[in-house]
């Protein structure tokens, strides 16, 4: 049983376009998070939520938005894809309350911007 | 910015212990340490974490100094498997926020 589940794992598209990334958690667990890896491989957090509240958002440019529907998935849209942002997107949970740090990651979604 | 320093790379024989060291040396009365890993092309992987007694899961067991500016993360009997970049974090947990630096890339060799 997966954890953490990414749909797509792979994406290719154009600049210019918009997509989404969509990310389940059948753990139960209260926040949700997006992390970007670039092609550097250091892994920033991007946006955290709570009970579908944003609560982090670490400068990520207004092109880039999280959408919740419920507190099991959290989905990451983007408009107007730039070459900057090809990526590996990861998406994680964790429960809230004490040790909240203890993530589980997804799997990544790897974007490519042509 | 990483509150962490750790070694860019290291070798480990198979079956040996991997011990990866990692310094904290302004870490704070109230922060965790925290490990995790990422095997190649897969999502990060949360190990263990303390914050000032030695602590040990069926993963690994970590040692704390007693003056907490140090920590090593030790794996008793490292396998191919085992093969990944280790990350060291330190976190207060009054936040949610994970800051990943660049970590260890731990090559475990037959």
């Known amino acids: 049983d997966t954890a953490v589940s990414q749909t797509p794992k792979y994406l290719v598209t154009q600049m210019g376009n918009d997509k989404s990334i969509k990310c389940e958690q059948n753990?139960?667990?209260?926040?949700m998070y997006w992390y970007k890896q670039d092609s550097k491989k250091f892994l920033k957090i991007m946006f955290s939520?709570?009970?579908?509240?944003?609560?982090i958002n670490e400068t990520v440019p207004n092109r880039f938005s999280p959408k919740s529907p419920d507190k099991a998935h959290l989905n990451l849209h983007i408009n107007s894809l730039e070459l900057g942002d090809s990526a590996v997107y990861f998406c994680?949970?964790?429960?809230?309350?004490?040790?909240?740090?203890?993530?589980?990651f997804g799997p990544g979604t790897r974007l490519l911007v042509l | 910015d990483a509150k962490t320093t750790q070694p860019t790379s290291m070798d480990c024989a198979e079956g040996r212990a991997a011990n990866l060291p990692c310094n904290h040396s302004?870490?704070?009365?109230?922060?965790?340490v925290y490990w995790y890993r990422q095997i190649h092309s897969q999502g990060p992987q949360y190990i263990i974490h303390?914050?000032?007694n030695n602590e040990t899961n069926e993963m690994a067991s970590l040692i704390i100094t007693e003056d907490r500016k140090s920590s090593t993360l030790i794996l008793p009997h490292a396998t191919l498997r085992d093969t990944a970049v280790y990350y060291c974090?330190?976190?207060?947990?009054?936040?949610?926020?994970?800051?990943f630096g660049g970590g260890t890339r731990l090559m475990v060799k037959p």
């Open positions: 753990l139960g667990h209260d926040t």
């Open positions: 303390g914050l000032k």
């Open positions: 939520y709570n009970n579908k509240e944003l609560i």
């Open positions: 994680a949970s964790s429960q809230e309350g004490p040790y909240r740090e203890t993530q589980y």
């Open positions: 974090i330190v976190n207060n947990n009054a936040g949610n926020m994970l800051t």
């Open positions: 302004t870490i704070s009365g109230n922060e965790y």
